[in-house]
């Protein structure tokens, strides 16, 4: 059964087919239809056809009114100023609509399937073996996890992809450390408690690095440690994959805290790409792509220059035969299109890094991987996290937060508000902690989705966790509360009654729950989760003042003017259920 097609489209064909049947010679005319405080709608195509056609707006917009099918959908429909279109629906149309997503099998709201679906892989949540995760992580895996969600929910075929670094110098100069000093790794917990064992290997991390950069001996030696990773070497790979295996169980114990699922079939690293690195290279130099400078192989473009004037390289290949982050990139999306067969390929990747990755794309698309027909790559680029200062989020001595203590801290203030608004005792303590997590963390997900991906945000946990504003909580309570009243209401069940006139507050809330579908849509081709934030909010908004002027339980309506806002309040919080669960929400029953 397909999903029901929602009343803007509807009413967005009729308008379509009056447009083609009023001028047949014309091509095509989009309607331009928005909602509108007029009317339900308005329509502001015919201006630009009418320039086209050289005809009068306003007669051309009187002719088009008279070949628009009306009567069951459209109520009424009128010619306003220069010629917009002003167009009311029946109430009918509007309940019977709605109702008829309520028995969709698939529980889709009206949301369609793509009827072409691609292939996208999307690389997002790109943690670095041994290094504990930061608040910089947070947008990347957030972000990331919302349009795979979105993508899946409309057809799209998703491979998901982590891109940890696992591999280069680093861990030479690690696993040379660890031999030099084997009990720096002593921890009796570490194989019960991620969280200490990363924070172990943050610390041999760190004093690796310290000596790396201070004794040059030892810097000698790690380089020569490089060399037998690279070249295989038992002992040295053995040992690289204990600091994998354990950064693994660390990676997998913070993204359970954020509520989303990492599969390690879809961890595939730096390492992951290593034995394609040289053939990438021949490629690019046989092609002509890349040219060797200075020892290194480049690739150059005409409009990237430095400071100085001179054209800035993308390094695939260094001067001491190393190979830099562009031959792993590279590598990446030989893989993605020619093994994964991908149409689209995301990069969820912070914007400090934009011209890297424009390099990357552009020599891609040089070399025949890319195109813009077949083949598109896009980095859905995002801001910095800043702490209430305005400036980027650190602690009081200068460090960058640690995520773990960010969720906690988030994970603890919403429990203490779980636990005030419990004021009759109802919840028990595993069900306080339970709600306390599942708001804290939607909290932090909710502020980060809420705001355009490419924009920097404030993390305030006392407005996310405030039951007022454009937060989570004011959503999930939104949520708790219709669930409520669904309880309160007794033998009065939700029913739609589509003979039933509706009210200003009922009609606003009716035809914004139609919207789902195409915003759903939009916020999936877009990768664009904040459109959807922004939906659920004014959703959540329009319930409250429908709840307020149009009595549900209190006082008493009659039967079937209850039934029919019961149904209203139903439908609008399986939608709220659903969208939010698309942004990777949860949506508890009580609050």
Same mark, same amino acid.
Not at 359 to 387: C, P, S
């Given at each position: 059964?397909?999903?029901?097609?929602?009343?803007?489209?509807?009413?967005?064909?009729?308008?379509?087919?009056?447009?083609?049947?009023?001028?047949?010679?014309?091509?095509?005319? /989009?309607?331009?239809?928005?909602?509108? %405080?007029?009317? +339900?709608? !308005? &329509?502001? *195509?015919?201006? #630009?056809?009418?320039?086209?056609?050289?005809?009068?707006?306003?007669?051309?917009?009187?002719?088009?009114?008279?070949?628009?099918?009306?009567?069951?959908?459209?109520?009424?429909?009128?010619?306003?100023?220069?010629?917009?279109?002003?167009?009311?629906?029946?109430?009918?149309?509007?309940?019977?609509?709605?109702?008829?997503?309520?028995?969709?099998?698939?529980?889709?709201?009206?949301?369609?399937?793509?009827?072409?679906?691609?292939?996208?892989?999307?690389?997002?949540?790109?943690?670095?073996?041994?290094?504990?995760?930061?608040?910089?992580?947070?947008?990347?895996?957030?972000?990331?996890?919302?349009?795979?969600?979105?993508?899946?929910?409309?057809?799209?075929?998703?491979?998901?992809?982590?891109?940890?670094?696992?591999?280069?110098?680093?861990?030479?100069?690690?696993?040379?450390?660890? /031999?030099?000093?084997?009990?720096?790794? %002593?921890?009796? +917990?570490? !194989? &019960?408690? *991620?969280?200490? #064992?990363?924070?172990?290997?943050?610390?041999?991390?760190?004093?690796?690095?310290?000596?790396?950069?201070?004794?040059?001996?030892?810097?000698?030696?790690?380089?020569?440690?490089?060399?037998?990773?690279?070249?295989?070497?038992?002992?040295?790979?053995?040992?690289?994959?204990?600091?994998?295996?354990?950064?693994?169980?660390?990676?997998?114990?913070?993204?359970?805290?954020?509520?989303?699922?990492?599969?390690?079939?879809?961890?595939?690293?730096?390492?992951?790409?290593?034995?394609?690195?040289?053939?990438?290279?021949?490629?690019?130099?046989?092609?002509?792509?890349?040219?060797?400078?200075?020892?290194?192989?480049?690739?150059?473009?005409?409009?990237?220059?430095?400071?100085?004037?001179?054209?800035?390289?993308?390094?695939?290949?260094?001067?001491?035969?190393?190979?830099?982050?562009?031959?792993?990139?590279?590598?990446?999306?030989? %893989?993605?299109?020619?093994?994964?067969?991908?149409?689209?390929?995301?990069?969820?990747?912070?914007?400090?890094?934009?011209?890297?990755?424009?390099?990357?794309?552009?020599?891609?698309?040089?070399?025949?991987?890319?195109?813009?027909?077949?083949?598109?790559?896009?980095?859905?680029?995002?801001?910095?996290?800043?702490?209430?200062?305005?400036?980027?989020?650190?602690?009081?001595?200068?460090?960058?937060?640690?995520?773990?203590?960010?969720?906690?801290?988030?994970?603890?203030?919403?429990?203490?508000?779980?636990?005030?608004?419990?004021?009759?005792?109802?919840?028990?303590?595993?069900?306080?902690?339970?709600?306390?997590?599942?708001?804290?963390?939607?909290?932090?997900?909710?502020?980060?989705?809420?705001?355009?991906?490419?924009?920097?945000?404030?993390?305030?946990?006392?407005?996310?966790?405030?039951?007022?504003?454009?937060?989570?909580?004011?959503?999930?309570?939104?949520?708790?509360?219709?669930?409520?009243?669904?309880?309160?209401?007794?033998?009065?069940?939700?029913?739609?009654?589509?003979?039933?006139?509706?009210?200003?507050?009922?009609?606003?809330?009716?035809?914004?729950?139609?919207?789902?579908?195409?915003?759903?849509?939009?916020?999936?081709?877009?990768?664009?989760?904040?459109?959807?934030?922004?939906?659920?909010?004014?959703?959540?908004?329009?319930?409250?003042?429908?709840?307020?002027?149009?009595?549900?339980?209190?006082?008493?309506?009659?039967?079937?003017?209850?039934?029919?806002?019961?149904?209203?309040?139903?439908?609008?919080?399986?939608?709220?259920?659903?969208?939010?669960?698309?942004?990777?929400?949860?949506?508890?029953?009580?609050?």
């Amino acid at each position: 059964m397909a999903p029901v097609k929602s009343l803007t489209a509807t009413v967005h064909q009729r308008l379509a087919d009056a447009l083609t049947a009023t001028l047949p010679e014309a091509p095509p005319a /989009d309607p331009l239809l928005r909602r509108s %405080d007029r009317a +339900d709608y !308005q &329509a502001n *195509g015919i201006l #630009a056809l009418a320039k086209k056609t050289r005809a009068n707006p306003r007669d051309l917009a009187t002719q088009v009114v008279a070949n628009v099918t009306s009567g069951d959908v459209i109520k009424d429909i009128e010619v306003s100023g220069p010629g917009f279109l002003n167009i009311t629906l029946t109430d009918r149309a509007i309940i019977e609509n709605l109702a008829a997503r309520t028995t969709d099998p698939d529980a889709r709201l009206g949301v369609p399937l793509s009827p072409h679906p691609g292939t996208t892989v999307i690389d997002y949540a790109q943690p670095n073996v041994a290094k504990e995760m930061h608040v910089g992580h947070l947008r990347s895996a957030v972000i990331g996890d919302a349009v795979v969600q979105l993508l899946e929910f409309t057809g799209e075929n998703v491979v998901r992809r982590h891109h940890i670094g696992d591999w280069g110098t680093q861990f030479g100069m690690l696993i040379q450390y660890l /031999d030099e000093h084997p009990h720096e790794l %002593d921890h009796k +917990d570490a !194989q &019960a408690d *991620g969280e200490e #064992a990363m924070s172990n290997l943050d610390r041999l991390y760190k004093s690796a690095r310290k000596l790396f950069d201070s004794d040059e001996e030892f810097k000698t030696r790690a380089r020569l440690r490089v060399v037998d990773l690279q070249a295989g070497d038992p002992a040295t790979l053995a040992t690289w994959q204990k600091f994998v295996d354990e950064s693994k169980i660390y990676f997998f114990s913070v993204f359970e805290k954020l509520d989303m699922e990492i599969r390690d079939a879809d961890i595939v690293g730096e390492s992951g790409y290593n034995d394609m690195l040289d053939e990438t290279c021949r490629l690019l130099e046989e092609s002509g792509v890349a040219v060797r400078s200075e020892g290194a192989l480049c690739v150059f473009f005409d409009d990237i220059k430095g400071p100085d004037g001179n054209l800035v390289p993308l390094i695939v290949r260094k001067s001491d035969g190393g190979y830099g982050y562009a031959a792993t990139d590279l590598s990446a999306i030989r %893989d993605r299109v020619f093994s994964l067969k991908a149409n689209s390929l995301i990069y969820v990747v912070d914007a400090r890094q934009s011209l890297h990755f424009k390099m990357v794309f552009e020599t891609a698309r040089r070399a025949g991987w890319l195109n813009d027909e077949d083949v598109k790559a896009y980095q859905l680029a995002f801001g910095t996290v800043l702490g209430k200062d305005g400036k980027p989020f650190k602690t009081r001595e200068g460090e960058t937060v640690r995520l773990v203590d960010l969720l906690d801290e988030a994970v603890d203030r919403a429990t203490t508000v779980v636990r005030e608004k419990d004021t009759l005792g109802q919840l028990s303590d595993d069900e306080v902690a339970e709600r306390g997590a599942q708001v804290g963390i939607g909290a932090v997900k909710y502020a980060d989705l809420s705001t355009s991906a490419n924009r920097d945000y404030k993390f305030d946990l006392d407005q996310m966790v405030s039951l007022n504003g454009d937060t989570s909580v004011y959503l999930q309570y939104a949520y708790a509360r219709i669930q409520s009243i669904l309880r309160k209401a007794g033998e009065v069940r939700p029913q739609p009654h589509p003979e039933l006139e509706l009210a200003e507050a009922e009609r606003a809330l009716a035809l914004h729950v139609d919207a789902f579908a195409e915003t759903v849509a939009d916020s999936a081709t877009e990768y664009a989760p904040h459109r959807l934030a922004a939906y659920l909010y004014q959703l959540a908004s329009l319930f409250t003042t429908f709840y307020d002027k149009c009595p549900v339980i209190k006082p008493a309506p009659p039967k079937d003017i209850a039934e029919n806002r019961l149904f209203l309040s139903d439908v609008t919080a399986k939608t709220l259920h659903q969208g939010m669960a698309l942004l990777g929400i949860r949506t508890p029953e009580r609050l």
